[in-house]
């Protein structure tokens, strides 16, 4: 019995796991060769769940940017903008980012989820009202924590739900900030972004938009859900990441309110935490230039995720709500899930595996994501897997249930 | 005497509404968990009625919807019996109708 004996229940869960052959969270490839393809035990495994949407992690531009600015300004910052002074480019990225989203301001941050520690603890605090979806990502519940604010969860995507619980804080003192996501990691549903908007509009609260998995994926112009709504003057504040569709890693805020630079000296995750080193920067600001400059990259991106939804969808498997980038496909129960998912990985294709609790109404879960730089012919395999490894589990028999979950 | 008296007739009210409280709670697990529910002050709600995190939720979810509440986060936490229950949302319908 040691001090993390109190983990007993999880490690019993993962323990189980290994027992079966597979642990999904230590999967180590021989080496990543290119966005969509590693080699993993000697084979050559197509990557269908690394949230690497426009693939550009491998693009020439963005990794000769990074090169240069590590020969000329060195592997790291070694430390905060506080205590080390910004960087040009931590500079130029923020008014690229203010930019791109029309917004006066811009914050970044060494990570996504710093970026939700700090924004959300911030902005709300002892006496304030901090109204998150159900089905917020981890980051957001630990911002949550973080800050001192009163934390009321209410029904995901349930504008209405959301709406009941605001008037039930009627006259109740302290400001009141509204959370919701762009498109939602697991099961790649967006948010009724208009209807929310209204419901701020009617109650005076603020309202922040992760768009994590949304910016460079939705929208006219690639900013988002907001922008795919037309809601953007009605959100306050949009958070997002660098880790996903920008092919690097860190995360940002922007937004028109006019305090928004006081954070600088009171956000403690951005205070208190390395800055993001010179490569980092300089292919992030290279990657939003090809956001910028490049739709055909959200149109290969969205054929892609709709090739996949509706193929998974004709083989008899049940997929999310909306054909996104984000393709999930329930399971009967966690014991399918593995072995459904370790069947794929031996037959070459890498995805994620999600199982209660971190999945929503405890469905177990394989999701996928999809990338612009898949080919065609990758996506008809991964296709040709599912159904393949469906048939050998006995999805396609007369008992149709099995594929069917409550999603 | 009289003073006596009218103690007794608020600890009989309250109770009213205790017992009150503990049957329609009883009747909002059994929605929630689809089958009869025996609970008591001390039930565990986590321990005795075999809750996951996603019955609780829902659980929850249900008890805010029937007494209009909103029970926060920080306050769902420290619930573990059903008399913890009761009490929280007694001091929250006192504060939404204060």
Not at chain 1, 23 to 35: E, G, I, K, Q, T
Not at chain 1, 106 to 119: C, D, E, I, K, P
Not at chain 1, 203 to 216: F, K
Not at chain 2, 25 to 37: G, H, N, S, T
Request: charged share 20%; hydrophobic share 40%.
């Amino acid at each position: 019995m040691t001090i993390l004996a109190k983990h007993a229940a999880s490690k019993l869960i993962y323990d189980s796991l290994k027992e079966h052959g597979v642990d999904p969270v230590n999967v180590r490839f021989d080496s990543v060769l290119s966005p969509t393809e590693g080699m993993l035990n000697g084979r050559r495994t197509i990557l269908l769940g690394t949230n690497n949407y426009l693939g550009l992690t491998f693009d020439p531009d963005c990794i000769e940017q990074s090169i240069l600015a590590t020969r000329s300004q060195g592997t790291g910052t070694t430390g905060s903008r506080i205590a080390n002074g910004s960087y040009d480019g931590h500079l130029r990225l923020e008014e690229a980012l203010a930019d791109f989203y029309g917004c006066e301001h811009a914050m970044v941050f060494s990570t996504g989820y710093q970026a939700n520690l700090g924004v959300l603890s911030t902005l709300v605090g002892r006496g304030d009202h901090l109204m998150l979806d159900a089905d917020s990502h981890a980051s957001i519940y630990d911002g949550s924590r973080l800050g001192h604010a009163e934390v009321i969860r209410f029904r995901h995507n349930s504008p209405d739900d959301l709406y009941k619980r605001l008037r039930r804080l009627e006259g109740a003192p302290g400001d009141r900030l509204i959370v919701v996501e762009g498109i939602y990691s697991m099961l790649g549903d967006t948010a009724p972004l208009k209807e929310f908007a209204d419901v701020k509009r009617q109650t005076g609260a603020y309202l922040l938009v992760d768009e994590a998995h949304s910016m460079g994926v939705l929208g006219a112009t690639g900013r988002g859900l907001a922008e795919a709504c037309g809601v953007e003057k009605d959100v306050d504040f949009i958070v997002g990441t660098f880790s996903k569709s920008l092919g690097s890693v860190g995360g940002f805020c922007v937004s028109n309110n006019p305090d928004f630079d006081i954070m600088r000296v009171v956000c403690r995750p951005y205070m208190f935490t390395a800055s993001l080193p010179p490569a980092v920067i300089a292919s992030t600001l290279c990657a939003l230039e090809k956001v910028r400059k490049e739709p055909r990259l959200r149109a290969d991106l969205m054929r892609n995720a709709r090739r996949l939804y509706d193929g998974l969808a004709a083989l008899g498997f049940q997929t999310g709500p909306e054909a996104n980038p984000v393709v999930a496909v329930a399971m009967p129960n966690t014991e399918t899930a593995v072995l459904f998912w370790k069947l794929l990985l031996d037959k070459g294709l890498y995805l994620n595996i999600a199982i209660p609790p971190a999945t929503p109404t405890n469905v177990s879960l394989l999701r996928s994501s999809v990338s612009a730089a898949h080919t065609t012919q990758q996506i008809d395999t991964a296709l040709e897997m599912f159904a393949d490894v469906g048939r050998e589990l006995g999805f396609f028999a007369a008992d149709r249930r099995r594929a069917g979950g409550v999603v | 005497m009289q003073s006596n008296h009218r103690l007794a007739l608020v600890e009989n009210k309250d109770g009213d509404l205790h017992a009150q409280m503990l049957d329609d709670i009883a009747e909002i697990f059994a929605q929630v968990l689809d089958r009869p529910v025996q609970i008591t002050d001390q039930t565990d709600i986590v321990e005795d009625l075999g809750m996951d995190s996603l019955g609780v939720m829902n659980f929850v979810m249900a008890i805010e919807d029937f007494y209009d509440i909103s029970i926060p986060l920080d306050r769902t936490a420290q619930i573990q019996t059903v008399a913890d229950l009761i009490h929280a949302v007694q001091d929250l319908r006192t504060r939404t109708s204060a």
